[in-house]
């Protein structure tokens, strides 16, 4: 797997924005919660600013099958980081179970997940990125589930927000779990890798209600069911 450096994404354009919008209802307030399906996809033309700005994550897209397309470009929004809280150490998630199909969107600070969350200045940094990149491809790299349940990443999600000094990142994965009722807990895997990701406040959503629960490396497994 490889991951195409900053100048050839631009050249190939921008992806179509897809970040589910349910984390930003779900945090607050925990009310107003739509469906697990994500909102349909609609591109975001390019700025000027953004183009200068420009060093994004990039995305790959699984399907049932296992394979994996080329890297597509993500876009860095510079317009603001959508009202999320930026708090370093801390991150945002929500997790939605429908039938067979698992959503799961977190919202962090890049400082918890890198050194810097300015553009990269220099090769280290670039680099950097996108190892970053390519990790979070994967959902199991902040998310595990049981392999009893039999999930499977259908698609894979990833985008900078920058705001002023400040870049949230956003990572958001579809599953289908074909033994759903096998799923007893999850965990959120990020602690070990990312030291500086210290607590996860997690909103899941199932069909039975909802719930809230603040996750540490110390306690990082949210039970679904007994």
Known sequence: MSVSPESEWKERGMKPELTPCFLALCVVGLVGCGPATPPPPHVVPPTADAHEADHDLHEE??????EVSP??????????AGGHAHHHG???AALIISGSRLDFELISP???LLTFEHAPQNAAQEQALADLSLALSEASALLRTSDQAECTLLESRLKIER???HASLIAAYSLECRAMPLLREVTLAGFDAYPGLEEIDLVLITPDGQQAATLTAGSPTLRLRT
């Open 90 to 92: 801390h991150a945002e």
């Open 110 to 112: 890049l400082a918890n």
């Open 163 to 165: 705001d002023g000094d």
């Open 71 to 80: 890297p597509v470009p993500m876009e860095t929004h510079t317009d603001g």
């Open 61 to 66: 897209t699984h399907d049932a099958s296992g």
